[in-house]
């Protein structure tokens, strides 16, 4: 399984990006799909998750700002991330799970918002 990030960029205080994360497997039965993210000298955090059935969760940190979502025509998952600020400049990744394995990483794009 592969999974492709992209999307990520650079972006003034305020700005928006789409990260889009697409699978060379089949998400629509997948166990649960997420994105993360990982600041210099920080460890990795999630960001959003979406479940089997759809539900979402996100981090305090992403509420009201960003929304996931999934594609199952297009096996990809995204993240649309409004008002980002400084402290947003990450390497984001996505996972998806499959069953109860340990899921798969994409290969992470990177996020910089400069004031």
């Known amino acids: 399984v592969q999974l492709q990030a992209s999307g990520g960029g650079e972006v003034q205080v305020g700005g928006s990006l789409r990260l889009s994360c697409a699978s060379s497997r089949s998400i629509f039965r997948a166990t649960s799909m997420g994105w993360y993210r990982q600041a210099p000298g920080k460890q990795r955090e999630m960001v959003a998750q979406?479940?089997?059935?759809?539900?979402?969760a996100y981090a305090d940190v992403a509420k009201g700002r960003f929304t996931a979502s999934r594609d199952n025509s297009e096996n990809t998952l995204s993240l649309q991330m409004t008002g980002l600020q400084p402290e947003d400049t990450a390497v984001y990744y996505c996972?998806?799970?499959?069953?109860?394995?340990?899921?798969?990483w994409g290969q992470g794009t990177l996020v910089t918002v400069s004031s």
């Open positions: 979406i479940s089997s059935d759809s539900g979402k």
């Open positions: 996972h998806i799970r499959w069953g109860l394995t340990p899921g798969f």
